[in-house]
């Protein structure tokens, strides 16, 4: 039999919108043996990082828990049970993960609105706001953070407004949470995903969700007590949610004291997931945050130094994710080979009708410090170099360096 | 602001039907750095990983893979992508994950038929092969090996059976996985899931499902692109999927050497499982089961010594749990709590008709060893004369000794 060798994978300084480097707490905490799932030690963990949880949404909100899966699980999780099929959905439309919006609210059986704005900018929130008044959704669904075309889209006004139409406001913020404020309560967002593999720097598998009462009112008249658990049936004032595993309703139960029998509790992911929080509520939000922005600036100083010329409207930059039009003449997937095979650094290309214009630098998380900001600028400027690229030697590092040096006076 | 301690867990010795103590390789696997999803270091692990999940699932299948979820995401996606709303579903039941895919295909839209027998036993073949005449179901789903009640279905002839009348099986095979033969294509079944958690001994959070070209081919009549990344509409000749986390059709894109993107591979999770499934591979399949089958003998001969008596029809029971009738006057949470309070051991109690009746004791993966079940029979033994039990001290530990000694010799 073919003997595999020991998992014996390269360091890699990763400059991508996600998944990012883990900080080596995180990967220790992974480490530990593992406990059963109803071990009052563990229960207790889960109550903890509820607790976290709450204060990385700044929210006062009863829920706040880990979906387990990925962040696109959690996405669905909020859709499939908080849309019922026939609600009608208005999705806002400004980049990849919009469409994805749109695709699951349409298996979820709704009847889905769309409005769209070009890649590269966002939505006045009037825009908005008038196609709330138009369509009269039951739910809003919108993304943040825009990964794919590096944009964030301000809610204050949207949130305000899907309360006054009494619609439901569901927020994809798996890119922005832990790099960039999220405030659940303040901007009256009735239901928020964030992703554990970008500014959180958690590896990719579980998805923290959190909502309000007003969206536990409508998980409340879906929900259902599973087939081999329930003692009696109950009528339901809307459908069931067609999903078991994603159904938050039944997620919830497992959540509060009652510890209602669900899935098995993932125990390395919810051991990285609550040291993630403590490192993350330990340096503090606004200080998470203005280092995020930090590093921006010292990589967009270094980027406009050697040359290169950002994407999008700066306006609604992404403090976290930099896209920067591929040169004239220059092969990007090239670049993306050899800055990976001969230095080691991982940025990212992107979808649709970016695919081969844009690069996506992220600097999300432990991977957003000072030496990888460095370390991707002068190999940047090397391999262009070594692409034909005409570009001055030792500026892009020398910018950075400047605004750390100005950043510490 | 409150301070959070370090995570600490106690070290546990795990003796329920999962989830069980993970090999110390295992767990140091998480600990590793991790690599972008489409690092070609990466995609090289999700390639190994599906070569080792042929093995494990005896096939020649091309699509093995894991499913970003607990076990129960892996069953859901099963069902979600091979049950269209309004196929007839015939689902037999002999305990409580029975009562789950009864659940799980009413979610998606089936017309769902089923066959129960009494908790304890399982069913003669020929009452489900009568049952499919009867019906004659698009899809049959049935448990493979039940924990709730110990008990694990033999399943060639209802393959067989599934293959002639043109239905398509699944089997739910989360806790025979690894421990137990499960024989895919020899035994005809379409499509498996198995646990990570059980006798896999991998933290729970992955679920690796396998299926052949018959339910690929009813995949193919549901596949869609995700919108933001397809080209042109298609048309179904049956309906999509409703779900898009948990549709295969696209899952298997993303794990095809097309790559085309999905979800954030759960890149830790990974590790874990490609080094999980390494050591059951180096240990061999054959060996695995038989080391089963000892600590199981011993186990049962230990208890039995005690004057303990097991739950349910022997010929039926699963070599991995052994359920044990909870003595008369005795408090059954009250040992529970005992043991894993003064021992450091836990052990499951049970669920609906079975729940204050039986204790559930799991031998499985890394937990499934001879200084375990000594240290379980000798535990157990001091906790019931502890809670008032009558019985003699000392043979318990000494029947399993013997057995250990037997099959040295």
């Not at 990925?70 to 026939?86: D, F, Y």
């Not at 369509?135 to 794919?148: F, N």
């Not at 997937?333 to 990212?348: C, K, N, W, Y």
């Amino acid at each position: 039999m073919k003997r595999y060798e020991d998992l014996s994978p390269s360091l890699r300084c990763i400059m991508t919108p996600g998944p990012v480097e883990v900080d080596p707490r995180v990967l220790r905490a992974m480490s530990f043996p593992v406990l059963g799932q109803f071990d009052p030690e563990f229960t207790d963990i889960m109550n903890e990082t509820m607790a976290m949880l709450r204060k990385l949404f700044v929210t006062e909100n009863q829920w706040a828990y880990p979906v387990d899966g990925t962040s696109r699980s959690g996405i669905e999780a909020l859709m499939v049970s908080l849309i019922a099929p026939g609600d009608r959905v208005l999705v806002p439309i400004f980049g990849r993960f919009g469409h994805l919006l749109h695709e699951i609210a349409e298996r979820c059986g709704a009847e889905v609105f769309t409005i769209e704005t070009a890649w590269g900018g966002i939505f006045d929130p009037e825009e908005v706001i008038a196609a709330i008044r138009n369509v009269q959704p039951d739910v809003v669904a919108i993304v943040h953070g825009e990964t794919s075309t590096g944009r964030v889209q301000p809610l204050a006004e949207i949130g305000r407004a899907c309360r006054e139409a009494d619609a439901l406001l569901i927020v994809d913020a798996v890119a922005t949470i832990g790099g960039v404020p999220v405030k659940t309560d303040a901007w009256m967002l009735d239901a928020v995903v964030g992703g554990t593999q970008k500014c959180l720097s958690i590896p990719s598998g579980m998805a923290p969700v959190t909502y309000n009462a007003r969206a536990e009112a409508k998980l409340l008249k879906r929900k259902q007590v599973e087939r081999g658990l329930r003692t009696e049936d109950t009528a339901h004032e809307l459908p069931v949610v067609r999903s078991n595993y994603l159904d938050l309703g039944m997620l919830q139960d497992y959540w509060s004291p009652q510890r209602l029998n669900h899935h098995t509790e993932m125990t390395s992911m919810l051991y990285a997931l609550r040291e993630g929080l403590r490192l993350v509520l330990e340096e503090g939000l606004e200080a998470r945050h203005a280092r995020h922005a930090l590093h921006e600036r010292a990589l967009v100083a270094g980027l406009t130094a050697m040359g290169l010329q950002l994407y999008g409207d700066p306006a609604s930059k992404l403090t976290v994710v930099t896209c920067v039009l591929i040169p004239e003449g220059i092969d990007g997937e090239a670049v993306r080979t050899m800055l990976l095979q001969h230095f080691g650094i991982e940025i990212a290309s992107s979808f649709g009708p970016l695919k081969g214009k844009i690069w996506r630098i992220g600097t999300m998380g432990y991977s957003c410090r000072e030496n990888n900001v460095l370390r991707l600028l002068g190999a940047l400027e090397a391999v262009l170099l070594r692409q034909g690229c005409k570009l001055p030697c030792g500026p892009g590092v020398q910018a950075a360096l400047d605004v750390y040096e100005q950043n510490v006076r």
